[in-house]
Protein backbone atom coordinates (compact mmCIF):
# COMPACT_ATOMS: atom_id res chain seq x y z
CA UNK A 1 0.00 0.00 0.00
CA UNK A 2 1.56 3.48 -1.12
CA UNK A 3 2.25 5.53 1.98
CA UNK A 4 0.24 8.54 2.89
CA UNK A 5 0.94 12.33 3.96
CA UNK A 6 -1.17 15.33 5.80
CA UNK A 7 -0.97 18.31 3.58
CA UNK A 8 0.83 19.42 7.10
CA UNK A 9 3.49 16.59 6.48
CA UNK A 10 4.59 17.39 3.50
CA UNK A 11 4.80 21.07 4.18
CA UNK A 12 7.37 20.28 6.81
CA UNK A 13 9.17 18.23 5.02
CA UNK A 14 9.51 20.42 1.95
CA UNK A 15 10.72 23.07 4.70
CA UNK A 16 13.04 21.00 6.12
CA UNK A 17 14.43 19.42 2.92
CA UNK A 18 15.04 23.73 1.79
CA UNK A 19 16.59 24.41 5.51
CA UNK A 20 13.54 26.39 7.42
CA UNK A 21 13.34 24.40 10.32
CA UNK A 22 17.29 24.57 11.30
CA UNK A 23 17.54 26.73 14.19
CA UNK A 24 19.22 29.87 12.58
CA UNK A 25 23.23 30.30 13.38
CA UNK A 26 24.16 32.96 15.79
CA UNK A 27 26.35 34.73 13.19
CA UNK A 28 26.35 33.75 9.69
CA UNK A 29 29.48 32.75 7.61
CA UNK A 30 30.83 32.09 4.61
CA UNK A 31 30.43 28.35 5.69
CA UNK A 32 26.64 28.86 6.51
CA UNK A 33 25.93 30.40 2.98
CA UNK A 34 27.52 27.23 1.12
CA UNK A 35 26.23 24.94 3.46
CA UNK A 36 22.80 26.56 2.64
CA UNK A 37 23.83 26.45 -1.51
CA UNK A 38 24.41 22.48 -1.14
CA UNK A 39 20.62 21.85 0.18
CA UNK A 40 19.34 24.58 -2.81
CA UNK A 41 21.69 23.47 -5.29
CA UNK A 42 20.92 26.86 -7.53
CA UNK A 43 19.92 30.11 -6.80
CA UNK A 44 18.18 32.28 -9.33
CA UNK A 45 19.78 35.75 -10.78
CA UNK A 46 17.10 38.64 -10.73
CA UNK A 47 18.19 42.37 -11.19
CA UNK A 48 15.04 43.78 -9.86
CA UNK A 49 16.74 46.34 -6.43
CA UNK A 50 13.71 47.34 -5.45
CA UNK A 51 14.08 45.62 -1.97
CA UNK A 52 17.36 43.89 -2.28
CA UNK A 53 18.50 41.18 -5.32
CA UNK A 54 17.09 37.83 -5.59
CA UNK A 55 20.01 35.95 -4.98
CA UNK A 56 20.52 37.59 -1.52
CA UNK A 57 16.90 36.58 -0.51
CA UNK A 58 17.02 32.84 -0.04
CA UNK A 59 20.04 32.59 2.38
CA UNK A 60 18.51 35.75 4.14
CA UNK A 61 15.16 33.90 4.28
CA UNK A 62 16.84 30.57 6.12
CA UNK A 63 19.93 31.86 8.00
CA UNK A 64 18.81 35.47 9.10
CA UNK A 65 20.70 38.75 8.55
CA UNK A 66 24.68 38.10 7.15
CA UNK A 67 26.95 39.96 5.32
CA UNK A 68 26.02 39.96 1.80
CA UNK A 69 30.01 40.49 1.27
CA UNK A 70 30.30 36.98 2.31
CA UNK A 71 28.43 36.06 -0.67
CA UNK A 72 29.79 37.99 -3.30
CA UNK A 73 33.58 36.42 -2.36
CA UNK A 74 31.48 32.56 -3.12
CA UNK A 75 29.17 34.11 -6.58
CA UNK A 76 31.42 37.36 -8.24
CA UNK A 77 35.16 36.16 -7.69
CA UNK A 78 37.52 34.76 -10.17
CA UNK A 79 37.70 31.19 -9.93
CA UNK A 80 35.49 30.62 -7.34
CA UNK A 81 33.30 27.71 -6.41
CA UNK A 82 30.25 28.75 -7.99
CA UNK A 83 29.22 29.68 -11.44
CA UNK A 84 26.55 31.25 -13.77
CA UNK A 85 24.28 29.23 -15.95
CA UNK A 86 20.96 28.23 -16.98
CA UNK A 87 20.04 26.04 -14.56
CA UNK A 88 16.69 26.84 -13.62
CA UNK A 89 16.50 30.66 -15.44
CA UNK A 90 19.53 32.53 -14.71
CA UNK A 91 21.42 31.02 -11.82
CA UNK A 92 24.80 30.06 -9.41
CA UNK A 93 25.27 26.86 -9.36
CA UNK A 94 28.78 24.85 -8.82
CA UNK A 95 31.45 24.94 -10.70
CA UNK A 96 31.60 21.37 -10.28
CA UNK A 97 27.77 20.75 -12.15
CA UNK A 98 28.86 22.00 -15.08
CA UNK A 99 29.35 18.77 -17.11
CA UNK A 100 25.81 18.18 -15.89
CA UNK A 101 24.41 20.72 -18.22
CA UNK A 102 26.20 19.31 -21.30
CA UNK A 103 23.20 18.64 -22.96
CA UNK A 104 21.89 21.82 -21.94
CA UNK A 105 24.50 23.90 -23.63
CA UNK A 106 24.59 21.25 -27.05
CA UNK A 107 20.31 21.66 -27.15
CA UNK A 108 21.11 25.77 -27.27
CA UNK A 109 23.77 24.95 -29.58
CA UNK A 110 21.74 23.14 -32.18
CA UNK A 111 18.72 25.62 -31.92
CA UNK A 112 20.13 28.89 -32.30
CA UNK A 113 24.17 28.18 -33.46
CA UNK A 114 23.60 25.85 -35.99
CA UNK A 115 21.30 27.00 -38.86
CA UNK A 116 23.75 28.40 -41.56
CA UNK A 117 21.19 31.41 -42.15
CA UNK A 118 20.65 31.96 -38.76
CA UNK A 119 22.08 35.31 -37.00
CA UNK A 120 24.92 33.42 -35.29
CA UNK A 121 26.38 31.83 -38.04
CA UNK A 122 26.01 35.33 -40.17
CA UNK A 123 28.13 36.70 -37.25
CA UNK A 124 31.46 34.46 -37.86
CA UNK A 125 33.75 37.07 -38.32
CA UNK A 126 32.89 38.88 -34.71
CA UNK A 127 32.54 35.21 -33.37
CA UNK A 128 36.04 34.36 -33.91
CA UNK A 129 37.34 37.81 -33.16
CA UNK A 130 35.66 37.50 -29.62
CA UNK A 131 36.73 34.05 -29.33
CA UNK A 132 40.67 35.49 -29.91
CA UNK A 133 39.63 39.04 -27.39
CA UNK A 134 38.79 36.12 -24.80
CA UNK A 135 42.17 34.04 -25.00
CA UNK A 136 44.52 36.50 -25.60
CA UNK A 137 42.50 38.80 -22.71
CA UNK A 138 40.28 38.13 -20.86
CA UNK A 139 38.06 37.84 -18.28
CA UNK A 140 36.73 40.68 -19.97
CA UNK A 141 33.59 43.03 -20.18
CA UNK A 142 31.80 43.23 -23.06
CA UNK A 143 32.50 46.73 -23.08
CA UNK A 144 36.07 46.18 -22.90
CA UNK A 145 36.25 43.98 -26.26
CA UNK A 146 33.69 45.61 -28.43
CA UNK A 147 34.72 47.96 -31.55
CA UNK A 148 32.83 50.39 -33.27
CA UNK A 149 31.53 48.76 -36.18
CA UNK A 150 30.40 45.46 -33.91
CA UNK A 151 28.61 47.93 -30.88
CA UNK A 152 27.31 50.41 -33.73
CA UNK A 153 24.88 47.32 -34.75
CA UNK A 154 21.83 47.11 -32.35
CA UNK A 155 19.15 44.73 -32.63
CA UNK A 156 15.85 43.65 -30.72
CA UNK A 157 17.51 41.33 -28.72
CA UNK A 158 17.49 44.00 -25.25
CA UNK A 159 18.76 46.59 -27.29
CA UNK A 160 22.47 44.59 -27.12
CA UNK A 161 25.19 44.91 -29.16
CA UNK A 162 26.35 42.41 -31.46
CA UNK A 163 29.25 41.58 -29.00
CA UNK A 164 27.20 41.08 -26.16
CA UNK A 165 25.02 38.86 -27.87
CA UNK A 166 27.49 36.59 -29.51
CA UNK A 167 28.93 36.75 -25.87
CA UNK A 168 25.74 35.65 -24.11
CA UNK A 169 25.51 32.84 -27.30
CA UNK A 170 29.00 31.26 -26.75
CA UNK A 171 27.76 31.34 -22.47
CA UNK A 172 24.58 29.37 -23.31
CA UNK A 173 26.43 27.08 -26.14
CA UNK A 174 29.14 26.34 -22.77
CA UNK A 175 31.62 28.12 -24.60
CA UNK A 176 31.95 30.83 -22.83
CA UNK A 177 31.55 31.37 -18.42
CA UNK A 178 31.04 33.92 -16.26
CA UNK A 179 34.04 34.79 -14.48
CA UNK A 180 32.77 37.16 -11.78
CA UNK A 181 30.28 40.53 -11.84
CA UNK A 182 31.76 43.97 -11.05
CA UNK A 183 28.87 46.14 -10.05
CA UNK A 184 26.05 44.21 -11.34
CA UNK A 185 28.21 43.87 -14.99
CA UNK A 186 29.55 39.98 -15.91
CA UNK A 187 33.18 39.87 -17.04
CA UNK A 188 33.31 36.85 -19.30
CA UNK A 189 35.99 34.25 -20.28
CA UNK A 190 36.50 31.11 -22.73
CA UNK A 191 35.02 27.99 -20.06
CA UNK A 192 38.81 26.94 -19.96
CA UNK A 193 39.54 29.81 -17.96
CA UNK A 194 37.18 28.83 -15.52
CA UNK A 195 36.02 25.98 -15.10
CA UNK A 196 38.20 23.51 -13.68
CA UNK A 197 39.73 21.14 -16.69
CA UNK A 198 38.52 17.72 -14.59
CA UNK A 199 35.11 19.11 -15.32
CA UNK A 200 35.30 19.99 -18.68
CA UNK A 201 36.47 16.67 -19.58
CA UNK A 202 33.85 14.31 -18.25
CA UNK A 203 30.63 15.95 -19.86
CA UNK A 204 27.89 13.59 -18.51
CA UNK A 205 25.77 11.78 -21.01
CA UNK A 206 21.94 13.43 -21.33
CA UNK A 207 19.92 10.28 -19.63
CA UNK A 208 22.74 10.13 -16.66
CA UNK A 209 22.87 13.68 -16.49
CA UNK A 210 18.89 14.31 -16.12
CA UNK A 211 18.57 11.50 -13.64
CA UNK A 212 21.21 13.14 -11.49
CA UNK A 213 19.15 16.00 -11.38
CA UNK A 214 15.78 14.70 -10.90
CA UNK A 215 17.93 12.92 -7.67
CA UNK A 216 18.92 16.63 -6.46
CA UNK A 217 15.33 17.87 -7.26
CA UNK A 218 13.84 15.34 -5.13
CA UNK A 219 16.23 15.82 -2.56
CA UNK A 220 16.27 19.50 -2.29
CA UNK A 221 12.09 19.39 -2.58
CA UNK A 222 11.67 16.68 0.54
CA UNK A 223 8.51 15.03 -1.75
CA UNK A 224 6.93 16.59 -4.73
CA UNK A 225 5.42 14.81 -8.43
CA UNK A 226 7.32 14.53 -11.75
CA UNK A 227 6.32 18.20 -12.50
CA UNK A 228 7.85 19.19 -9.38
CA UNK A 229 11.35 18.05 -10.14
CA UNK A 230 11.00 18.55 -13.76
CA UNK A 231 10.67 22.39 -12.91
CA UNK A 232 13.70 22.89 -10.42
CA UNK A 233 16.47 22.15 -13.04
CA UNK A 234 14.20 23.16 -15.80
CA UNK A 235 14.53 19.84 -17.79
CA UNK A 236 11.46 20.46 -19.71
CA UNK A 237 11.38 16.42 -20.69
CA UNK A 238 8.39 14.58 -19.45
CA UNK A 239 9.54 11.21 -20.72
CA UNK A 240 12.94 11.95 -19.47
CA UNK A 241 12.31 12.41 -15.75
CA UNK A 242 9.61 9.71 -15.78
CA UNK A 243 12.10 7.33 -16.52
CA UNK A 244 14.72 9.16 -14.23
CA UNK A 245 11.69 8.87 -11.47
CA UNK A 246 11.06 5.08 -12.25
CA UNK A 247 15.08 4.07 -12.22
CA UNK A 248 15.03 6.50 -8.61
CA UNK A 249 12.28 4.67 -7.10
CA UNK A 250 13.82 1.40 -8.32
CA UNK A 251 17.21 1.86 -6.97
CA UNK A 252 15.48 2.97 -3.35
CA UNK A 253 16.32 6.65 -3.22
CA UNK A 254 12.17 7.47 -3.90
CA UNK A 255 9.18 6.55 -2.49
CA UNK A 256 6.01 6.26 -4.06
CA UNK A 257 3.45 8.04 -1.41
CA UNK A 258 0.39 10.07 -2.28
CA UNK A 259 -0.96 13.75 -0.26
CA UNK A 260 -4.17 14.83 1.09
CA UNK A 261 -4.80 17.24 -1.61
CA UNK A 262 -2.82 16.58 -4.26
CA UNK A 263 -5.21 16.01 -6.73
CA UNK A 264 -6.30 16.26 -10.47
CA UNK A 265 -9.89 15.97 -11.96
CA UNK A 266 -10.62 13.92 -8.38
CA UNK A 267 -7.91 11.24 -8.89
CA UNK A 268 -4.60 11.53 -6.66
CA UNK A 269 -1.38 12.73 -8.14
CA UNK A 270 1.81 10.43 -8.67
CA UNK A 271 4.20 12.03 -5.86
CA UNK A 272 7.25 10.81 -4.45
CA UNK A 273 8.88 11.23 -1.01
CA UNK A 274 13.33 11.35 -1.20
CA UNK A 275 14.12 8.59 1.26
CA UNK A 276 16.62 11.29 2.94
CA UNK A 277 13.76 13.97 4.01
CA UNK A 278 12.97 14.77 7.21
CA UNK A 279 9.67 15.19 8.80
CA UNK A 280 10.19 17.81 11.95
CA UNK A 281 7.15 17.87 14.30
CA UNK A 282 7.09 21.68 13.69
CA UNK A 283 8.40 24.01 11.85
CA UNK A 284 9.28 28.12 13.59
CA UNK A 285 9.94 29.83 10.85
CA UNK A 286 8.93 33.73 10.31
CA UNK A 287 10.36 35.23 7.28
CA UNK A 288 9.62 37.09 3.84
CA UNK A 289 10.42 35.54 0.80
CA UNK A 290 11.89 36.09 -2.93
CA UNK A 291 8.82 35.06 -5.05
CA UNK A 292 12.41 33.19 -6.79
CA UNK A 293 13.20 31.49 -4.01
CA UNK A 294 12.95 27.56 -4.62
CA UNK A 295 10.37 27.12 -1.79
CA UNK A 296 7.84 29.02 -3.58
CA UNK A 297 9.19 29.63 -7.50
CA UNK A 298 7.27 26.80 -9.01
CA UNK A 299 3.96 28.89 -9.22
CA UNK A 300 1.47 25.59 -9.51
CA UNK A 301 3.63 23.60 -6.75
CA UNK A 302 3.51 26.77 -4.22
CA UNK A 303 -0.67 26.33 -5.07
CA UNK A 304 -0.85 22.64 -3.90
CA UNK A 305 1.81 22.77 -1.33
CA UNK A 306 0.71 26.03 0.46
CA UNK A 307 -2.56 26.92 -1.24
CA UNK A 308 -1.22 29.89 -2.61
CA UNK A 309 -1.58 31.93 -6.04
CA UNK A 310 1.03 34.33 -6.65
CA UNK A 311 2.06 36.39 -9.74
CA UNK A 312 4.83 38.57 -10.03
CA UNK A 313 3.34 42.12 -10.88
CA UNK A 314 6.76 44.23 -12.28
CA UNK A 315 5.54 44.10 -15.74
CA UNK A 316 1.90 44.66 -15.03
CA UNK A 317 0.81 48.54 -15.02
CA UNK A 318 0.14 50.09 -11.70
CA UNK A 319 -3.39 50.78 -12.35
CA UNK A 320 -3.83 46.95 -12.56
CA UNK A 321 -1.94 46.11 -10.27
CA UNK A 322 -3.22 43.83 -7.03
CA UNK A 323 -0.75 43.67 -4.87
CA UNK A 324 1.78 45.72 -5.60
CA UNK A 325 5.26 46.26 -8.11
CA UNK A 326 7.21 43.38 -5.90
CA UNK A 327 5.80 41.61 -3.36
CA UNK A 328 7.33 38.65 -1.14
CA UNK A 329 5.54 35.99 0.34
CA UNK A 330 5.05 35.88 4.01
CA UNK A 331 6.46 32.62 5.74
CA UNK A 332 5.42 31.93 9.34
CA UNK A 333 5.44 28.18 10.78
CA UNK A 334 4.56 25.92 7.84
CA UNK A 335 2.32 28.39 6.39
CA UNK A 336 2.66 31.18 3.75
CA UNK A 337 0.58 33.64 5.35
CA UNK A 338 0.68 36.62 3.37
CA UNK A 339 2.78 38.74 1.12
CA UNK A 340 3.88 42.21 1.48
CA UNK A 341 5.29 44.89 -0.98
CA UNK A 342 8.39 46.59 0.21
CA UNK A 343 11.29 49.10 -1.02
CA UNK A 344 14.22 49.91 0.24
CA UNK A 345 13.87 53.90 0.26
CA UNK A 346 17.49 54.24 0.40
CA UNK A 347 18.05 58.21 0.61
CA UNK A 348 15.75 58.26 3.60
CA UNK A 349 17.03 54.80 5.15
CA UNK A 350 13.81 53.80 5.19
CA UNK A 351 11.99 50.58 4.53
CA UNK A 352 8.84 51.23 3.24
CA UNK A 353 5.75 48.56 3.29
CA UNK A 354 3.94 50.06 0.39
CA UNK A 355 1.21 47.23 1.28
CA UNK A 356 0.22 44.15 3.11
CA UNK A 357 -2.37 41.17 1.90
CA UNK A 358 -3.08 38.12 4.40
CA UNK A 359 -4.31 34.82 2.69
CA UNK A 360 -7.02 33.24 3.86
CA UNK A 361 -7.12 32.27 7.72
CA UNK A 362 -4.07 34.48 8.49
CA UNK A 363 -3.66 33.66 12.44
CA UNK A 364 -3.93 35.98 15.12
CA UNK A 365 -0.41 36.84 15.62
CA UNK A 366 0.83 36.89 12.22
CA UNK A 367 0.81 41.00 12.28
CA UNK A 368 3.12 40.69 15.38
CA UNK A 369 5.51 38.27 13.52
CA UNK A 370 5.75 40.18 10.32
CA UNK A 371 6.40 43.25 12.05
CA UNK A 372 9.19 41.55 14.14
CA UNK A 373 10.61 40.20 10.41
CA UNK A 374 10.13 43.75 8.83
CA UNK A 375 12.37 45.44 11.86
CA UNK A 376 14.82 42.51 11.08
CA UNK A 377 14.79 42.95 7.32
CA UNK A 378 14.94 46.79 7.91
CA UNK A 379 18.59 46.32 9.72
CA UNK A 380 19.88 44.21 7.48
CA UNK A 381 19.60 46.47 4.20
CA UNK A 382 21.12 49.07 6.65
CA UNK A 383 17.71 50.91 7.21
CA UNK A 384 16.95 53.03 10.13
CA UNK A 385 13.47 53.07 10.08
CA UNK A 386 10.18 51.44 8.48
CA UNK A 387 7.22 52.94 7.36
CA UNK A 388 3.95 51.32 6.78
CA UNK A 389 1.39 52.20 3.43
CA UNK A 390 -2.45 52.10 3.57
CA UNK A 391 -2.71 49.41 1.16
CA UNK A 392 -3.77 45.66 1.82
CA UNK A 393 -5.78 43.97 4.47
CA UNK A 394 -3.20 43.77 6.71
CA UNK A 395 -1.71 47.42 6.66
CA UNK A 396 -3.68 48.46 9.46
CA UNK A 397 -2.46 45.36 11.56
CA UNK A 398 1.18 45.83 10.40
CA UNK A 399 0.66 49.50 11.78
CA UNK A 400 -0.53 48.20 14.66
CA UNK A 401 1.85 46.16 15.79
CA UNK A 402 4.86 48.39 14.92
CA UNK A 403 3.58 51.44 16.63
CA UNK A 404 6.95 53.17 16.35
CA UNK A 405 6.62 52.78 12.60
CA UNK A 406 5.18 55.83 9.93
CA UNK A 407 2.55 55.34 7.79
CA UNK A 408 2.31 56.59 4.26
CA UNK A 409 0.11 56.66 1.40
CA UNK A 410 1.59 53.37 -0.89
CA UNK A 411 2.19 52.72 -4.22
CA UNK A 412 2.92 49.44 -6.14
Avoid: C
Wanted: hydrophobic letters at 40%.
Amino acid sequence: MTPSLSASEARRIALAAQGFTRPRPRVPGARHLHDTMGRMGVTQIDSVNVFARSHYMPFYSRLGPYETEFLDELFFQPHGPYVEYWAHVATFMPAADWALFRFRMDAYRDKHGSDPDGWFRQQAETVDWVRAELAARGPLRSAEIEQDAAAGARGPWWDWSTVKRVLEHLWLFGEVAVTERRGFERRYALAEQVIPAEVLAHPVPRDEAIRELVRRAARAYGVGTAADFDDYYRLRSRRAVHAAVRELEDAGELEPVTVTGWERGGRAIPAWRHRDAALPRASAASTILTPFDPLVWFRERAERLFDFHYRIEIYTPEAKRRFGYYSLPVLQGERVVGRVDLKADRRASTLLAQSAWWEPEAPSDAGERLGEALREAAAWRGLETVSIGRRGDAADDLARAMPDAARHEGRG
